[in-house]
């Protein structure tokens, strides 16, 4: 199991902290995505906490989905 979380903690800067849907983000999924084939992950969770503003869910989920399909994951 590996799990990524991003350093920021949301409460240190609640003015500018928000979710968002992977690729979207500050984190660089692209590493993230080879640590996780390198270290032999059998599987790869995504998850979104909530929303991001001004999207549902689903919406969230799609975007997510559609960036791991362009960067080929």
């Given at each position: 199991l590996i799990g990524i979380q991003s350093k920021?903690?949301?409460?240190?800067n609640v003015k500018h902290f928000a979710f968002r849907s992977?690729?979207?983000?500050?984190?660089?999924?692209?590493?993230?995505?080879?640590?996780c084939v390198d270290a032999n992950a059998g599987w790869i969770i995504v998850?979104?906490?909530?929303p991001t503003e001004g999207m549902d869910a689903l919406s969230c989920a799609k975007a997510s989905i559609?960036?791991?399909k362009q960067i080929t994951y």
């Amino acid at each position: 199991l590996i799990g990524i979380q991003s350093k920021a903690n949301p409460r240190d800067n609640v003015k500018h902290f928000a979710f968002r849907s992977v690729g979207a983000g500050i984190q660089d999924v692209p590493s993230i995505l080879k640590a996780c084939v390198d270290a032999n992950a059998g599987w790869i969770i995504v998850e979104q906490d909530n929303p991001t503003e001004g999207m549902d869910a689903l919406s969230c989920a799609k975007a997510s989905i559609d960036y791991l399909k362009q960067i080929t994951y």
